[in-house]
């Protein structure tokens, strides 16, 4: 009896635990509501007073945190806030945290807090815009499922060494500066589409956007890398100016629609933009350490505008340049044959201008309409026409000689009665029979003639004198 009591005991406090448990989880769960009130905002002036947000799913309106806030506050409850964050001036607050908060549907806004030094959001991946300015003690962002969305991002003046946590995939605009610290910024930004920003952020500092497409425009400033190997289409510009980069490549870029503007680059040595087909405008000086640039593909630009040590340009395939196109290049033996070519074509439409030499060249294979025959190529086809006019001069008077020569041999053969003579033979002697009467030739027989061993028919006469004719009586005379 005793074992079933103890059993049945077990039984009933097991029961009783679950459905303590139970209670408890629905007690939990009830008690999670949402809370605020859309369009206003709520202010938190410490920690105790944050703690009312605990039971709330959700929380509409927005939220503001007091300035005479300080040390720790947690916003723990909800998951979503539908409204804007706004931190400012709060000079004593130093750790802002959420464990909950996956969601922002407005402003994220933390402005001039010299003792912030914790900002830790780790399930927070959606945010309308970040606004992040004088914050000299934030050393890093926890945010650990990345923020992934965001349409605005503009962090400056702050302790960052890196943009961990920011997971950007597109976004409208991306502005990063005046972050002396910040070395690196790693975004594996698809698209932006107002465009990017890093300027006077630490003089080391390595860009890298190895996603990146298309964007607006790209504006970089006391960078020291720039990558950003898939970008094909700026709507904007690209803007490098004051950098401390050596190189910059962007093959894949073919298309920018305002401008291209590098200057100001004390050791950008290497340029490479082998995709682009056009620009808005392309201005590139005071780069002292760059002596080359190859636009390969380059056809159309609004204006050219480049100067500095430059030796070499590229442009094979130049065929439109609808306003100005100035090239200063403190090279003197810099050739700018080609261009006035261009120029003189109509490629170059507008004011021309360029600094150099202007003598003649050979230009590369391309579209451009090429120039007329040199001094040299006309001088070697002159050369070659007095040359020809000799050799046929030479040729007649060979042909006339020959033809002398033939005529001459002609009548060699002829004799200079015009008559072909016959080949010595030696006749021989025919005797008639002795005791014969007179045999005289018929008188019809006639000129006898003989056919010449060339087929054409030559007259013979047979020699005057007369012929004896052995066999007794009398010469006789053979008629002619």
Same mark, same amino acid.
């Given at each position: 009896m005793s074992f079933l009591r103890k059993a049945t005991e077990m039984s009933i406090s097991r029961a009783h635990n679950a459905l303590l448990v139970a209670f408890l989880c629905f007690t939990s769960l009830s008690s999670q509501q949402a809370c605020g009130s859309p369009g206003s905002t709520t202010t938190i002036n410490s920690n105790a007073a944050a703690t009312s947000l605990a039971n709330c799913s959700s929380f509409a309106g927005s939220i503001a945190i007091g300035e005479t806030a300080s040390g720790d506050v947690y916003l723990n409850g909800p998951s979503e806030i539908v409204g804007n964050l706004v931190v400012e001036n709060v000079l004593a607050l130093t750790s802002l945290n959420s464990d909950t908060l996956e969601r922002l549907d407005g402003n994220f806004s933390l402005q001039n807090m010299t003792l912030l030094s914790t900002l830790s959001f780790p399930l927070l991946t959606t945010v309308v815009s970040i606004n992040f300015h004088a914050l000299p003690n934030i050393a890093g962002f926890t945010f650990t499922a990345g923020l992934s969305s965001v349409s605005n991002v503009t962090i400056s003046n702050t302790f960052l060494s890196s943009l961990a946590g920011i997971n950007l995939l597109n976004a409208d605009l991306v502005q990063i500066s005046n972050n002396p610290h910040l070395l690196n910024a790693d975004l594996p930004l698809e698209t932006s589409k107002q465009g990017i920003e890093f300027t006077s952020n630490g003089i080391s500092l390595n860009v890298t956007l190895p996603q990146l497409t298309t964007a607006g425009s790209i504006t970089l400033n006391n960078v020291s890398f720039a990558f950003f190997p898939s970008l094909s289409f700026l709507s904007g510009s690209l803007s490098v100016q004051g950098n401390s980069i050596t190189a910059l490549t962007a093959d894949s870029l073919s298309v920018v629609t305002q401008d291209v503007i590098l200057t100001e680059n004390a050791d950008l040595k290497e340029?490479?933009?082998?995709?682009l087909l056009s620009a808005g405008s392309i201005d590139? @000086? @005071? +780069? *002292?350490?760059?002596?080359?640039?190859?636009?390969?593909?380059?056809?159309?630009?609004?204006?050219? +505008?480049?100067?500095? $040590?430059?030796?070499?340009? &590229?442009? *094979?395939?130049?065929?439109?340049?609808?306003?100005?196109?100035?090239? $200063?290049?403190?090279?003197? &033996? !810099? $050739?700018?044959?080609? !261009?006035?070519?261009?120029?003189a074509n109509s490629i170059i439409k507008g004011t021309y201008s360029c600094q150099g030499t202007h003598q003649v060249s050979t230009p590369g294979?391309? *579209?451009?309409p090429q120039p007329g025959l040199s001094a040299a190529a006309k001088g070697g086809i002159a050369a070659g026409c007095v040359v020809l006019a000799i050799l046929l001069v030479i040729g007649a008077r060979f042909f006339i000689k020959r033809r002398g020569w033939k005529r001459q041999e002609a009548a060699t053969a002829f004799g200079t009665d015009g008559k072909a003579e016959m080949e010595h033979h030696e006749i021989p002697r025919n005797e008639l029979p002795a005791g014969g009467g007179r045999h005289e030739l018929s008188e019809q027989h006639g000129v006898v003639e003989m056919v010449a061993r060339d087929a054409r028919v030559i007259a013979h006469e047979l020699p005057s004198e007369p012929l004896g004719i052995d066999g007794g009586g009398p010469a006789r005379e053979v008629s002619g």
């Open positions: 340029v490479s933009f082998q995709g590139i @000086e @005071e +780069n *002292p350490l760059l002596t080359t640039l190859n636009f390969g593909k380059l056809a159309r630009a609004g204006d050219v +505008n480049i100067g500095g $040590n430059i030796t070499v340009i &590229e442009m *094979p395939v130049l065929t439109s340049v609808n306003n100005t196109f100035i090239l $200063n290049s403190t090279d003197p &033996e !810099f $050739n700018c044959s080609i !261009f006035d070519t261009d120029h294979p391309g *579209p451009s």
